[in-house]
C-alpha cells in the first residue's frame, strides 16, 4: 500500500504550508482538525516506540501519530514545544529491505520533483534523533530545512514516513550528542550550499583508539549502508569512498552489493597468504572504477550484510599493515564529498586526512 503520487505531493505541500504555533497541544489539534484527521488517545500501534496521540487519517497507508516531549523525557531539547514531530506513512511495502528502500527512493524522487533537492540527507545510524532505535532496514532520510519547521522523509520500521518537526528540537539534540560511546552520532550528515542552511550548526566527527569500538562503529555502519544508499540514490556518488591506511586503500562499492577492495601501495606488499587468511580474495571486485585493485571482499546483498567479519577484515588488515590505533585511520580523499553533499562519517569515526 502506498500513497499515489498526487496525493503524496498533496500531503507533503500542506504538511510544509502548516500553521505549527509553537507545537503546543492547543496548535496541534487545530492542525489536525485542519487537515481534517481525528485526534485519538491512548491508541499505541504495537510496531511504533513513539508514544503520543494517534491520528486516524482516512490514508490507505493507516495512522499518522504525534510525538509527545514530556512521554519521551526529553524536555532538555524542548523551548516550550509539546510535540517533536508529526509522522504520517507514505508506503507500507513487503517486509523486505531492498522493497523499502525502493519505495523510499519513489517517495525522495517525487518529492525532489516538486521541491528541489533536499538541503540535508543522510543516515542516522543508532542513537536516532532523541535516542531512537533505528529501523531495523535502515535509517534513511531527506530534509528540507524551512525557517523554522522542517519536511523530512525518514525510514520508519514499515516503511517510509513524512516528518513535520520543528527545528530547534532536533538540531539541539544533533549539536549536543557525545564524543564518545555510548550516545556518540552514528551513520553520516550531509548538508548542501542550499541557502536554506544558513544558521545550521554541525558538530565535529569522534574518534576512538579502540580497536573494538571502531570494529564495532564500522560493523553498524556497514550492516544497513547498501539498503541505505540505495533508499538514497547516492551508491554511485560514494565512487571515491575508502579508507585511507597508510599505503593501504580499501575502497567501498555498494553498486547493487557491498564490497570492499583493497589497494596495496606499500613499497613491499603485504604477503598474500597473511591477507588470504584475514579473508581477502585474490582479484578485483566486478566495480569498474576499483580495477586496478588487488584483492576484494566477499560480496554482500542488501539486507544480507556481514557487518561484524567486514570489520574484523578492515581491522586485521590495519594491524597487518603495522598500525597501532584506529587514530591512524583516515578517510581518503574526497570521501566528504558526496554529489552535492558536504558529509560528516560520524558512524565510522573517521575523516579525510588534514
Not at 514516513?161 to 552520532?185: D, F, I, T
Not at 570492499?260 to 569498474?288: K, R, S, Y
Amino acid at each position: 500500500m502506498r500513497l499515489e503520487d498526487e496525493v503524496l505531493l498533496e500531503l507533503a505541500r500542506r504538511l510544509r504550508q502548516a500553521e505549527t504555533g509553537g507545537w503546543t497541544e492547543t496548535a496541534m489539534r487545530e492542525l489536525v482538525d485542519g487537515l481534517g484527521w481525528e485526534w485519538r488517545h491512548r491508541v499505541e500501534p504495537p510496531h511504533r516506540e513513539h508514544h503520543g496521540p494517534v491520528l486516524r487519517t482516512g490514508l490507505p497507508t493507516g495512522d499518522a501519530y504525534l510525538r509527545s516531549v514530556r512521554r519521551h523525557a526529553v524536555e532538555e531539547y524542548a523551548e516550550g514545544e509539546e510535540y517533536f514531530g508529526l509522522y504520517v506513512p507514505v508506503d507500507v511495502p513487503e517486509d523486505d529491505p531492498v522493497a523499502k528502500a525502493d519505495a523510499f527512493r519513489r517517495a525522495a524522487d517525487v518529492l525532489t520533483g516538486a521541491f528541489g533537492p533536499s538541503s540535508i540527507m543522510g543516515v542516522y545510524g543508532s542513537p536516532g534523533p532523541f535516542y531512537d532505535s533505528p529501523a531495523s532496514w535502515g535509517s534513511p532520510f531527506r530534509r528540507w530545512r524551512g525557517e523554522s519547521d522542517s519536511l523530512e522523509l525518514r525510514a520508519g520500521e514499515q516503511g517510509p514516513e513524512l516528518l513535520l518537526q520543528p527545528n530547534g528540537p532536533v538540531e539541539s539534540w544533533h549539536w549536543r550528542q557525545s564524543h564518545g560511546e555510548p550516545y556518540a552520532l552514528g551513520g553520516f550528515f550531509g548538508v548542501s550550499r542550499d541557502p536554506a542552511n544558513e544558521g545550521l550548526g554541525m558538530p565535529g566527527g569522534w574518534r576512538t583508539d579502540d580497536w573494538d569500538v571502531f570494529a564495532r562503529a564500522l560493523a553498524s555502519v556497514l550492516i544497513t549502508l547498501p539498503v541505505e544508499v540505495r533508499a538514497l540514490g547516492i551508491a554511485r556518488d560514494l565512487t571515491h569512498f575508502g579508507l585511507w591506511l597508510g599505503a593501504l586503500h580499501v575502497y567501498l562499492s555498494c553498486d547493487p552489493v557491498l564490497e570492499l577492495a583493497l589497494c596495496d601501495f606499500n613499497p613491499t606488499p603485504l604477503p598474500e597468504p597473511e591477507l588470504l587468511a584475514l579473508g581477502w580474495l585474490a582479484g578485483p571486485p566486478d566495480a569498474e572504477h576499483l580495477a586496478d585493485a588487488a584483492y576484494r571482499s566477499p560480496a554482500h546483498r542488501p539486507g544480507e550484510v556481514d557487518g561484524r567479519a567486514l570489520a574484523r577484515l578492515v581491522v586485521g588488515t590495519a594491524r597487518l599493515n603495522g598500525h597501532k590505533s584506529p587514530r591512524e585511520l583516515y578517510l581518503v580523499d574526497h570521501s566528504q564529498q558526496v554529489g552535492e553533499y558536504y558529509v560528516q562519517h560520524y558512524g565510522l569515526t573517521l575523516a579525510e586526512a588534514p
